[in-house]
Nanobody, 113 residues
Framework: QVQLVESGGALVQPGGSLRISCEAS????????MAWYRQAPGKERELVAS????GNRHSVESRFTISRDTSKNTLYLRMNSLIPEDTARYFC??????????WGQGTQVTVSS
């Protein structure tokens, strides 16, 4: 079992930056891939960025950077040049080597003046 807890969501002005976090606990050694997703009201959940156990990163948005601190079992998403369309609930996901998926409860990011 893996538990994920996101934090750091906030109200941010357009053009601003924000870093959100996801702390993992439990069977950390079983995790193969971690990712950030987001879901805006009335829209489907969509992939934002991912990172593999080996450190290979993928980001859908060039403004967003995924990173991790293995000493803290924490995943981060740094978001720059935020726009109102980035407003969504951001979720952390972990996928184990056996393809089992774990999700956190999400953290709300609102971009508005």
């Amino acid at each position: 079992q893996v538990q994920l807890v996101e934090s750091g969501g906030a109200l941010v002005q357009p053009g601003g930056s924000l870093r959100i976090s996801c702390e993992a606990s439990g069977d950390i050694a079983s995790i193969d891939v971690m990712a950030w997703y987001r879901q805006a009201p009335g829209k489907e959940r969509e992939l934002v960025a991912s990172i593999t156990r080996g450190g290979n990163r993928h980001s859908v948005e060039s403004r967003f950077t995924i990173s991790r601190d293995t000493s803290k079992n924490t995943l981060y998403l740094r978001m720059n040049s935020l726009i109102p369309e980035d407003t969504a609930r951001y979720f952390c996901k972990a996928v184990s080597r056996t393809a089992r998926e774990y999700w956190g409860q999400g953290t709300q990011v609102t971009v508005s003046s």
